[in-house]
């Protein structure tokens, strides 16, 4: 029997989150999740008149096909996978995976050459179609959040659930406010960076790319980052982890890179021009997310937070940087983790996590879960 929440969920990702039309095809991405919620998305589409299909991949099939990976085979790869997502209209992805260090051991430059010859296909998906990328709830990611398998389900299904259009009047502001906005800087423990976003323009993110949601990105202008940030959420890339991540900036470049996986990171930074310079700039807010769990997804929209990530810009909101990598690191600025601040042409922002400004206030915590 399907836990009715699925229904609710599928109804968020092919509404909202994609508005899905009559006559859509809707490429359905289903990585290592329950073939219940399958067929509820492929239900949850048909009712709004989309043509559903369906991808099933399993993590570790794809580690065996990256283990000994041959160019030839991944560019007919990305040749039919390019040709099928010019057919399609929407893209949902729905990633689950008991192991989330299942690639750890397949060799860095297997996997890098895949995705470069895979990028095709996913610049076109997310410049071309109507996207929502989630992941699935799994005793892996529950031992990650450290909670009880019930409990980190119940916390996932609440927070994708969440009423999105509560960011709207918050998120409106925030999106002005950026776009008129030249310098910023931002100071904490270990952190003093500074960098122009003037022109680049701001975007909002509530529900309809990612699930769970709740940012607003940008991205510096290409060479003027300077100084150091010090990362602290924990964070898993490519299969390898990493912890007190520290990046410092010359001229817009990475020029030291360190962390508790010095080498493995360098060599990431390392795999094209473009991982050594900055791809977005984001505010995080989501009112639910508290806490780092090693899911990008999730961590990234931590309330309080902000992400400042190496490699590929977006097309809209971005310095036209190109890179295979694209890596959201998080540091969270509420006083528990150390506290911080956020200024925009010498004003102050965020404080400790904290929007002081009072059209901004709606985006913190308290407001947002006293709506509705």
């Not at 639910?288 to 769990?293: D, G, N, W």
């Not at 996590?353 to 308290?366: H, I, Q, R, S």
């Amino acid at each position: 029997m399907s836990d009715p929440r699925y229904a609710r969920l599928a109804e968020v990702l092919t509404g909202f989150s994609t508005e899905l039309m009559p006559g859509e095809r809707v490429l359905i991405d289903a990585f290592d999740i329950p073939e219940t919620f399958v067929i509820a998305l492929i239900r949850a589409a048909r009712a709004r008149g989309a043509m559903p299909y369906v991808n099933i991949q399993r993590s570790r099939v794809t580690r065996e096909m990256l283990m000994h990976a041959e160019a030839a085979q991944y560019e007919t790869t990305a040749e039919v996978e390019l040709m099928r997502m010019q057919k399609m209209q929407a893209y949902i992805a729905v990633r689950g995976s008991d192991n989330i260090f299942e690639t750890s051991d397949v060799p860095a430059e297997r996997v890098q050459m895949a995705a470069k010859l895979l990028k095709p296909v996913q610049d076109y998906r997310v410049n071309q179609t109507k996207w929502v990328v989630l992941r699935w709830p799994s005793s892996a990611m529950a031992q990650q959040a450290g909670m009880s398998t019930e409990a980190f389900a119940d916390f996932f299904f609440r927070v994708c659930t969440f009423d999105y259009s509560r960011y709207a009047p918050g998120m409106k502001a925030l999106v002005a406010l950026m776009n008129r906005t030249d310098r910023v800087r931002i100071t904490g423990p270990g952190t003093d960076l500074s960098f122009s976003i003037k022109g680049i323009g701001a975007v909002p993110c509530g529900g309809t790319r990612n699930i769970p949601d709740g940012e607003v990105f940008s991205c510096p202008v290409k060479d003027s980052v300077e100084g150091v940030v010090q990362y602290n959420a924990p964070t898993v890339y490519l299969g390898s982890s990493f912890d007190h991540l520290r990046l410092a900036f010359e001229a817009g470049k990475i020029v030291d890179a360190t962390s508790s996986n010095t080498k493995r990171l360098n060599e990431i930074l390392n795999t094209d021009p473009g991982a050594r310079y900055i791809g977005e700039f984001a505010l995080g807010f989501n009112p639910h997310i508290l806490e780092p769990m090693r899911d990008i997804l999730f961590d990234e929209k931590i309330a309080g937070s902000f992400h400042f990530t190496p490699g590929q810009a977006y097309e809209q909101g971005g310095n036209g940087n190109k890179s295979v990598v694209h890596w959201d690191m998080v540091c969270i600025q509420r006083p528990e983790y150390g506290g911080g601040e956020i200024w925009f042409d010498g004003k102050l922002v965020r404080k400790d996590g904290l929007f002081v400004l009072p059209e901004l206030a709606k985006l913190n915590p308290d407001q947002l879960l006293k709506q509705g």
